[in-house]
């Protein structure tokens, strides 16, 4: 079975991600860098989009041909939609470069006779994008008499493939903007990163997991809702303390029916192995402290700063870990002019692990740091993060 996922604006923090929840791949590669497709004998249900952050769509390979053909399509994809009710819509999404919209609406007049002589009535969903959102997919052909056909591939090998979940936008706003305590002076992670680094981390049902700078709750709320049933949240502030505890009884209340178990304190990361039993930990998912974001600086005295700071958490993180444990956190990377200040904090007792295969590193280079970890930036943001994934050797 072929599966393929439409991926977010960073393709390599997408690929690192997907590579990370999906087991027992057989094959992948990546499609005209927007689309990851992947074969796999076991059958991937569709609701695994809902716990990925990277991940714009996901769907099915229905058949692979060597020219689109409108009768083909309606044949293999459309007659399963007959049995339903009510008015038939759907959309076309062309992920290959020489889409265009004549070619879209030349499929669509075909499919659109094809259901007339089946005596049914339909609707051809559009939208001024080259491909269709996720929102215009959620809201129109995610029943059971709609469809968004996909067309991936190029010259003479083409794929169509069917749309089965898309990025659950509602739920990820309700869950970022819906809680009760925000802090947004002090900066909050997004849920969809928060979920991103979770993945990467491995983190199993049963693991212990801890976040050590835990802010408003972010990782632990995803990691809640990840069915994850062991969390330890700390910070050295006693406000972060109060708004992650409000925030994960919201999260319980609201999403949730079943509990975890939960310890959420006030401590110092330079204390903290004095607070959490040695080698009792399974997984670290943090994004700590990253110095002052506003006003002028001094970008080299905050690169020290960081440096000792994030060198006694490792040390700490390394004394509560089981062997082989993980640690995903984020280190803030300067951007000055043209240049990009990285941190160097003491990893002695890790091993550092690049999440994304080395056959795309070259292609994704720009997604990347000087040592191949996932950067997340846009243009015009003077700091941006490097993902770190550390294994307690």
Known sequence: MKYFFVLGKNKAISIAEILSVVVNIDSWELINDDVFLI??????????????????????????????????????????????????????????????????????????RNLKDASRSCRWVTSKEKTLSSVVVEQ??????????????????????????????????????????????????????????????????????LDPFCGSGTVLGEALLMGVENLIGTDVSAKAVKDTQNNLTWFEKTFITQKSKKEIF??????????????????IVTEPYLGPQRGQVDQRKIKIELDELYSVALKNFHKILKDKGRVVMVWPVRILGEKKLYLDPDIKGFKNINVLPKELNSKLKRNLSFRNNLLYGRDGQKVWREIVVLEKK
């Open 39 to 112: 074969e796999t004998k076991k059958k991937i249900p569709s609701d695994i989009i809902k716990r990925m952050g990277g991940v714009i769509k996901f769907g099915k390979v229905s058949f692979e041909t060597k020219q689109i053909d409108g009768d083909e399509i309606y044949k293999k994809v459309m007659t399963d939609l007959l049995v339903s009710e009510g008015k038939i819509k759907f959309g076309i999404s062309d992920y290959s470069l020489k889409a265009n919209f004549k070619k879209e609406q030349k499929l669509a007049m075909v499919i659109k």
């Open 140 to 209: 129109n052909l995610m029943k059971d008499n709609g469809v968004e056909i996909v067309l991936l591939g190029s010259g003479d090998r083409r794929l169509v493939a069917q749309t089965k979940s898309v990025q659950a936008f509602k739920e990820l706003s309700r869950r970022d903007y819906g809680r009760p305590s925000r802090d947004d002076k002090s900066g909050m992670l997004p849920p969809k990163l928060a979920q991103i680094f979770l993945n990467l981390s491995g983190v199993k049902e049963d693991d212990v997991l």
């Open 266 to 283: 006030q401590c110092d990361v330079i204390k903290l192995s004095k607070e959490i039993d040695e080698r009792s930990v399974d997984k």
